[in-house]
């Protein structure tokens, strides 16, 4: 038989350039589009022509299909038995469900061997079941070293027999480097045309006497068609004293130094482990111990003045100078947990209710516990359940809530005198879910959807702060705990420690003011905010304008727009009224202008998008303050996420293997969506 050539995706594409470890830059044939990846890895190159130009793909599979039946396998077609004389040979076709074959596909034992011709490694098949192991590794924060379990391997021969398993150093060493190249290029792309960004430095540690650690950084960017973006800029092992200089290389390899508006960093994470706020009692044990480890070793540092919380603000302050802001959600947390750790009469109800709760959840059927606990992921913890949304104290407090609207009913499901919560206690509790209700409404708008898909894009600025602060602070000055009245007196130096400085911030301010939901409204001295406001809007307004003459000097200008000839003087068209000729306001006629019309529930970035011809000064700085984030990052819920998968247990990654996941994972939307 004559030889059939080989058929290969890049047939389709150009190659215009090849360097180093096999990348390659290709043109596609049809459209011209530019393709970058490794020549090891073609998925993209069969992607766009799945997507873009389904003629040719289908021309593509057709032709590996036929170079497949150019070289069959003798057992494919016929089985020789009788000392392999063809003479008596039985097609294939009469002999499914000969020799075991799965699913009547008429696999037959030779010498061990399958009778199924295998995939080419470029078969556009072999090429999506290898992404979507890849994609299921990282999504999942599984092990590499899962592809050679002997039952994974089973299930792939099980559900595809024609699939040739990769082995796990080709997913390490090839795929997923191929993936991180692809998600860096991908990201550089999109910064270089970013309207305005800002930073997160997030840090984690696995305790706080051990050295295991990561450094994020986050970026949040305003693209060109004006969507809100976040993509983890890198992963990097954690070194205490090169944190900060860390940062900047990432930021200089990405070209960000010195664009970011703001950086939220929280100085104190990378000396100590801080647990997630949770309901003492309604966590594991495990969490429990850390949280009391995490808060003795603080209190031992700041006590000591070894490296104290001031000096390593002051410390990341003269790093970051004025560019570093708090994470609000992380300041409302820390001012919860103050509150909940001043009351000893609370911490024996809710171990008490926890119990209660840890009982029913076990031997209550799901089905009645749902009558009871509606909504989703209210039963919050149980057997086998670790989540990081199991440790949300915000979600433990409506389980709290629902659980004493319910008792009643929860005791007689579980048999009368169960754990039964006394009178006090019961009121112990219920002063508690009233008190922090408001905090509780607070972190649900900043990242209670953040909180119950990690993978969401959704993007809360700091605008929504102040009006948060100032209701606490109005719900704290309104309450009484006659039952415990430490919590309320925690709560409100916590909150006036931590959040209070919020309110006189120029920053916040100004995010709040153009947000076009709040504007002004929410103040009780306008005329004061105002002068603040064109204050801070100068200073922002002026660093703009240098901005603009930098860009002006490095880029040629646009070509001027065509002039009408219906704007041209014209007896023919004397009857039609002149256009007032349009004058540039200054910054404090747009902001007059802007807080005259009434307040909209438009979404801000919306609304900035569509006024950006009316007040193009304001919206220059709404653009920079709305990329600030008020929640955490998607890589701090990983990093919890990825805690599980140091434990002993299930203590098999390689430390590389584990920061290329985390950054694979916190990308995935850029990747596969």
């Not at 070894?306 to 603000?313: F, I, L, N, Q, Y």
């Amino acid at each position: 038989m004559a030889s059939v050539s080989k058929v290969s995706i890049l047939d389709y594409f150009h190659i215009v350039f090849e360097g180093e470890n096999g990348k390659i830059e290709s043109n596609c044939k049809a459209c011209g589009t530019r393709i970058q990846a490794k020549r090891s890895v073609t998925s993209n190159f069969v992607t766009h022509l799945k997507r873009k130009h389904q003629a040719m793909y289908d021309d593509f599979v057709k032709r590996k299909d036929m170079k497949r039946e150019g070289y069959p396998s003798a057992p494919m077609h016929t089985l020789t038995p009788n000392g392999g004389n063809g003479r008596y040979a039985l097609p294939m076709a009469t002999r499914v469900g000969v020799g075991g074959g799965a699913g009547g596909l008429g696999t037959l034992d030779r010498g061990g061997g399958g009778g199924v011709s295998k995939f080419d490694k470029h078969d556009p098949r072999q090429v999506m079941i290898s992404e979507a192991i890849t994609k299921m590794i990282v999504h999942d924060l599984q092990p590499v070293s899962m592809v050679e379990n002997h039952g994974f391997r089973v299930l792939l021969q099980l559900l595809e027999p024609r699939y040739t398993p990769d082995p796990q150093h080709y997913i390490q060493n090839q795929l997923l480097p191929a993936y991180t190249y692809q998600a860096q290029l991908t990201i550089r792309q999109a910064l270089a045309s970013a309207h305005a960004l800002s930073l997160s430095l997030d840090v984690w540690r696995a305790s706080s006497a051990a050295p295991l650690g990561y450094l994020g950084v986050t970026c949040h960017f305003l693209s060109l068609e004006w969507q809100m973006r976040s993509a983890l800029l890198a992963c990097l092992p954690l070194t205490c004293n090169r944190v900060l200089s860390d940062f900047d290389e990432v930021c200089h390899s990405h070209g960000v130094f010195g664009r970011a508006f703001r950086v939220v960093a929280d100085p104190l994470l990378a000396t100590t482990t801080v647990k997630p706020c949770c309901l003492p009692g309604f966590c594991q044990e495990e969490d429990d111990e850390d949280d009391a480890e995490s808060r003795s070793h603080l209190e031992g540092t700041v006590r000591n003045g070894h490296v104290g919380e001031e000096a390593w603000e002051d410390s990341w302050d003269r790093g970051l100078g004025v560019c570093r802001v708090d994470c609000f959600s992380r300041s409302l947390s820390l001012c919860v947990r103050e509150g909940l750790h001043s009351c000893t009469q609370l911490a024996s109800a809710l171990a008490k209710a926890g119990r209660f709760y840890s009982y029913i959840t076990t031997v209550v059927p799901p089905e009645k516990l749902s009558q009871v606990f509606e909504g989703p992921g209210m039963v919050v913890w149980g057997q086998g359940n670790t989540s990081p949304r199991s440790r949300d104290w915000a979600a433990q407090l409506k389980v709290l809530r629902q659980l004493l609207e319910s008792v009643d009913v929860l005791e007689e499901m579980s048999g009368p005198g169960e754990m039964l919560l006394g009178v006090l206690e019961t009121a112990l509790l219920r002063e508690l879910a009233d008190t922090l209700e408001p905090f509780m409404e607070a972190w649900d708008m900043v990242c209670g959807e953040r909180q119950t898909d990690a993978q969401t894009d959704r993007h809360v600025s700091i605008s929504l702060a102040l009006p948060c602060v100032l209701g606490l602070r109005k719900h704290l000055s309104e309450t009484s705990t006659p039952h415990c009245p430490s919590l309320m007196a925690s709560l409100s130096q916590a909150a006036e420690r931590r959040l209070a400085p919020i309110l006189e911030d120029p920053l916040y301010i100004t995010a709040t003011t153009l947000d076009p939901q709040f504007k002004l409204t929410w103040s009780s001295d306008p005329e004061w905010h105002r002068q603040v406001l064109l204050e801070e809007l100068s200073k922002y307004s002026t660093d703009s304008n240098t901005e603009r003459l930098i860009q002006s000097r490095t880029s040629p200008a646009p070509a001027p727009s065509p002039v009408s000839s219906l704007a041209r003087p014209c007896k023919l068209f004397s009857f039609i009224k002149q256009r007032p000729m349009t004058q540039a306001k200054s910054l404090e006629q747009e902001l007059a202008i802007y807080l005259r019309e009434e307040p909209t529930d438009e979404e801000a970035l919306h609304y900035w998008r569509r006024k950006a011809i009316d007040f193009p000064l304001l919206a220059q700085v709404a653009k920079k303050t709305l990329t600030i984030p008020a929640c955490s990052t998607v890589v701090e819920n990983i990093f919890s996420k990825a805690e599980c998968c140091l434990r002993p247990e299930r203590g098999r990654f390689l430390p590389k293997n584990l920061e290329t996941l985390i950054y694979l994972k916190a990308n995935y939307r850029l990747l596969w969506t």
